[in-house]
């Protein structure tokens, strides 16, 4: 059974934009579309108040903007990128080709070919997110991506140099200072001086998780994104200031982000309560957080651990923090979590942003049938087949005749009927 601290209903998000931001993503992308660079400079200059020269940097303005940071945050940078391409590469060794004679004559295989041209957005605005070039560029070029062409705003006019310095070492072939649906747009459809991509990758706001949706087809797409979501499951064992610390450094990604506690102790939940209203009065980026956690916040009471992992397997959230006992019952017990944090030394922000594992993660629900973004989305899976056999071909060019004549596939059936006639010298039937 479960009862309610606060705010109990396991919702689903709708996973649609509103009316007007759809409406505005359609017309910016139709416009780039038919104005190409003219038409990116016109929203640039509106949205951002930016319109250089050119919006792809130079060598010089790369490293320009590498030499204004702090030695300690360009290493910091490499550090972090480093941990990213080793789980990347780790992932990368799981992902095997194979070719195998499955029967005599009869040769099947499967080989691993990476996407050609990947787009990868790296937000701006409130938070310039560094980690989102890590998570994109070093995963996509680990993958063997040959062209990753990088985008992020100059919001307001200002040069982020942290974020340029981060797609650099990322890898980043080309970095564009643009941002919004008009980057989105441009590296999707491609105008006069940004030549088209064929996969779009990392986070955004409304209007350019909606240009994403928009464009998808046209192009590849990671994820559909929405709000950050963070789910503690906890037990008596757990402590209440660390919970109250962790739900509210994900709620601070933005005002609509869950933040639910599950627990099987109800003196743990109203610490809890009691600790998120009393760390918020400190907490610089209490204007966000504190909405998030009034709106979205939910402390739910349950029987025991079992419980629990039930629960949350509904919720499906993007990052579920396991603080029990015994951590990691969860891996055999929970099913629909994008990304699981075991026990007290782990928590989402160490994923968030330097443990190596990726970002960019399934919200609203989508955990329930996908995972985030791992060095196998940026490569193509496919397979071969070859018959060296006529006996073989000629034994499934029988079985073919007979299973798409079964369809009404009279072209397919001829395709095996003639494979099975050529070993007997004869002309099928229908040839004559």
């Not at 994109?136 to 070029?141: N, Q, S």
């Not at 980043?172 to 006069?192: K, N, S």
């Not at 503690?232 to 601070?252: C, G, H, K, R, Y």
Request: a negative charge; charged letters at 20%; aromatic letters at 6%.
């Amino acid at each position: 059974m479960r009862t309610s601290l606060k705010n109990a209903d396991v919702t689903i998000s709708d996973p649609t934009s509103s009316p007007g931001v759809r409406e505005t993503v359609e017309t910016v992308i139709s416009d780039v579309r038919e104005r190409g660079d003219e038409a990116v400079r016109s929203y640039s200059e509106k949205f951002d108040q930016w319109s250089p020269t050119s919006f792809l940097l130079s060598r010089d303005e790369i490293d320009a903007a590498i030499a204004r940071l702090p030695e300690q945050t360009v290493e910091d940078i490499k550090t972090v990128q480093r941990n990213v391409e080793r789980f990347a590469r780790l992932q990368l060794q799981s992902l095997t080709e194979f070719e195998a004679e499955v029967e005599p004559g009869i040769i099947l295989g499967q080989k691993n070919i990476p996407i050609d041209a990947v787009g990868a957005y790296v937000p701006g605005g409130r938070y310039p997110l560094l980690a989102s070039a890590h998570m994109t560029i070093v995963t996509a070029k680990v993958a063997g991506v040959r062209r990753v062409a990088a985008a992020t705003p100059a919001a307001g006019g200002v040069v982020p140099d942290a974020s340029i310095a981060a797609m650099h070492f990322a890898g980043a072939d080309e970095i564009y200072l643009l941002g919004g649906v008009q980057a989105v747009a441009a590296l999707a459809v491609g105008t006069e001086t940004i030549a088209p991509v064929d996969f779009l990758a990392g986070p955004g706001n409304a209007y350019v998780a909606e240009a994403k949706r928009q464009l998808f087809g046209e192009v590849g797409i990671d994820l559909f994104a929405g709000p950050t979501e963070v789910l503690i499951v906890a037990d008596e064992t757990a402590d209440p200031f660390l919970i109250a610390v962790d739900l509210l450094s994900q709620a601070e990604h933005g005002p609509d982000s869950p933040a639910i506690l599950v627990t099987t102790s109800q003196e743990v939940g109203r610490q809890v309560l009691e600790e998120v209203d009393r760390q918020l009065l400190g907490l610089s980026t209490r204007a966000v957080a504190e909405v998030a956690w009034r709106d979205h916040g939910q402390v739910i009471l349950v029987d025991d651990v079992k419980e629990a992992y039930a629960v949350a397997d509904e919720f499906a959230s993007e990052h579920v923090q396991i603080l029990t006992a015994n951590p990691r019952e969860a891996l055999d017990s929970m099913t629909n979590y994008g990304a699981l944090f075991l026990g007290e030394n782990t928590c989402v922000s160490f994923g968030d942003k330097v443990i190596g594992t990726n970002h960019v993660l399934p919200t609203r629900q989508a955990a329930r049938y996908t995972g985030g973004l791992w060095v196998g989305k940026y490569i193509k899976t496919v397979t071969y087949q070859e018959i060296t056999s006529a006996a073989a071909s000629a034994e499934l060019g029988e079985l073919l005749g007979r299973a798409a004549r079964a369809e009404n596939f009279e072209g397919h059936a001829r395709s095996g009927d003639i494979r099975a006639a050529r070993l007997a010298g004869e002309r099928p039937a229908w040839a004559s």
